[in-house]
């Protein structure tokens, strides 16, 4: 039996992300719903969702000189309550026809997001002392997946559905996702947090930014990769379920092409759970992400919505499996950082961030110059060139410069 099921505390972990993250699902199909509802554009609704990824980014940079001791069961915690004014301001804003609520709910969601991904790399490397961080990360995505499946399923349908009962649900699920956070810090008893480093004195803004500068310039190749796959992903989960209520909605099927592309997270995860993979994790997941590419390619000669879901699963199941391989290699870099784990950690934090900056702003702008078809096209080409760039750039082994780092 793998570790995560032997744990009490990665379960709670676990179960209280999986309450958290099906009403983060859920809100994350019906935020650009509803703000598009408003707003009427496509490119302002990438730029109300970028702002919750600067939030994020910049939260990442400060992250470690506010809470360099705060350890994960209480950064959980503090994300899930945090969480909870977010759906909040959402039907504030939907409510008032009011755009600035919406701004302001993106700031918290990038906030409480970024408390929960420290929290989560922050039990995996310390629970997982066996290092076999492809299969937790595997197991772990696969519930996640299960809830990104689901989530769009259940937000379409409430579009349809009384507004009461609709936010009721949402409300319940971030109610249960506390209660097991509150439990989670009851196990922590007296054990020593695990953020402990030389950041418990001054630290300034600007070293930070000197230790983010040595770390990258050996880092840069997953970095770049990893920064591509959020904007992938922020293409979809931002217009996708536009999209998908454009071609499918009249018959109920709006959900249909949100939950065509997640539906390869839960399946690979779960298949990536039983394999161990220890070695050439980078080499190939840039052979995926070159194949990801070319899978895109026939939409060039089709106008077909079936091919179109068909080739949006092939691609997402060879991104699923990127994800989770990248997760590894981070989680081994992290592993190899020692002191300076607090620092990777917000590396790997950021290229989220950077990535729903750059995603939204971008995409919602190709997306009303040329079309949703048009602009995953763009993106599969992309994909083809970034995926050979970085096979012929990348070292076998990513060195972590230590010695550089303790001269800061």
Known sequence: MHLIFKSNKLALLLASSLFLFLGDAILSYLFPVIVEETVHSFTLVGMILAT???????????????????????????GIVLALTFPILLFLGQDLKQPIFFIISAIVWGIYYEFLGFSRQDSVVELDKEKNFTQTWSIIYTFLAFCAFIGPIFASITLGAD??????????LYFIAIVLSFALVRTSGTEKPKRESKLVHAISFFKEMKYWAVLESRAYPVLILLVFLTIINSFFWTFG??????????NGFG?????????????????????LIKRRKKFLSFILLTLAGISVLPLMVTN???????LVFVFSGLNAMIWILMRAVFSDLESRSEEFQVHMEGIYQSTHSIGYIIGPLLMGFVVDAIGFKSTFILIGLIAILLGIFLLIVTPEKIKIPKKRLRQI
Not at 63 to 75: E, G, M, Q, R, V
Not at 164 to 169: P, T
Not at 255 to 275: G, Q
């Open 304 to 310: 077909d919505n079936y091919v179109l879901l068909s």
């Open 163 to 172: 507004q009461f009962v609709a936010r009721a649900i949402v409300f319940i």
């Open 241 to 250: 379920g536009l999209y998908g209520e454009e071609l499918f909605g009249g």
């Open 255 to 275: 959900w249909i092409l949100l939950v065509v592309y997640t539906l390869p997270d839960l399946i690979f995860s779960l298949a990536f759970s039983r394999v």
């Open 52 to 78: 919750s990824s600067l939030a994020g980014l910049t939260f990442d940079l400060l992250f470690p000189i506010l809470f360099p001791n705060l350890d994960w069961k209480t950064s959980n915690l503090i």
